[in-house]
Every structure is written in C-alpha cells, then in structure tokens.
C-alpha cells in the first residue's frame, strides 16, 4: 500500500517525512506532496486525484483549520475530492495550525531549541489545549528566540512523542495515518 499526503506547504512536508517512519509498518510507502499555500492545493487536488494511476493508493489531505470551522473546511475538501472521483480520501485538519502540533510536545520544542523553559507553560490555561492557541507559530516565534517555521519543522518533530502529544488534531491524525496503514497490510 501506498498514501499519498496532499499537503499546503513545504513545512508540513519536512514534519510528516520525519514523522510518518515511526508511524507505518515498513511495508507501507508513502508520499508527501507540498503545495504553495491552500490555493494551489484547492487547485491541483482535483487533477492529482484524477490522473493518479498507482494502484492501491489512499489518499490523505492535510489541511491548517486558521480561522474557519473545522467542520466546514472539512466538508468543502471533501466536496472538491468528491467532484474529482474519490470519495475515499481522508481529510484531516490541524486545528489552527500544524505549529500546535508542537504545542502538544513542549519537550520536543525545548530540544530543538536548548534553553528555553517551555515545560513550564504546560500547566498554563492558554497551553493546556495546544489546538486552541489561536495564531501557534506567532507565539512560538514570541517564545522561543531564533524560531523559524522551517528549521522547527525539521528539527521539532525529530524530538516528538507520538503517543503523548496533548495535541487532539495530532492524535486524530495518527489515529487515522495508523488505521489506514492497517487497512493495508
């Protein structure tokens, strides 16, 4: 089996090729395919999903929730990957964006950044639910002094926890990475 991940930006790319071999089987190949924003990934989904021919392919778009409703952004995903043929793809959001994934995992930030005491915020009402910090990479930028969207993603996730990260949007998205690649093998 083959997943192909549709994704928005290059710095979803560099977290998922990190992440992804700890989560699939050996067996499971996959795919990341970053996209120049949620616009050109709009546009190139539909010929993507149509003109893929490599069997037993399964399809996952990854998607930052920013502003909208979750529940929205998700049904128009749905509809563009509908309207192309598939109705088989698998949309996950990360609830405002992927930087809360790293809220999730305070370690994983002070590792990939020595020096900064951010364990201490796990505690704090405003971290508590990484997926409810409203603009994550603005405050990671205001926390953690020399922090550039894409050295973190290659560097944070190396240090990630799968299995503990407070991040809901994460776990859903492992959850459902790891079901698929079972629906497989």
């Not at 071999?21 to 546009?43: C, M, W, Y």
């Not at 993507?48 to 049904?75: I, Y």
């Not at 002094?145 to 240090?159: D, E, H, L, N, V």
Request: proline residues 6%; neutral net charge.
């Amino acid at each position: 089996m083959n997943l192909v991940f549709m994704l928005e930006e290059q710095s979803a790319k560099y977290v998922l090729d990190i992440i992804l071999p700890k989560l699939l089987p050996p067996e499971v190949t996959f795919q990341t395919i970053p996209h120049r924003g949620k616009a050109d990934l709009r546009l190139s989904l539909p010929r993507k999903l149509r003109s893929w021919l490599v069997p037993e392919t399964r399809f996952v778009v990854l998607h930052d929730q920013d502003s909208n409703s979750c529940e929205t952004l998700k049904e128009e995903l749905q509809a563009i990957c509908r309207q192309a043929g598939r109705d088989d793809v698998v949309i996950r959001i990360a609830c405002r964006e992927l930087e809360a994934w790293y809220f999730g995992d305070l370690e994983a930030i002070e590792q990939a950044f020595p020096g900064n005491q951010l364990q201490q915020l796990a505690d704090k009402r405003a971290y508590r639910d990484p997926d409810n910090i409203v603009k994550p990479s603005a405050t990671l930028e205001r926390l953690v002094p020399g922090f550039q969207k894409g050295f973190a993603s290659q560097a944070i996730p190396r240090y990630m926890q799968m299995e503990s990260n407070r991040s809901r949007s994460f776990q859903v998205f492992v959850e459902a990475v790891q079901r698929l690649a079972g629906a497989g093998v």
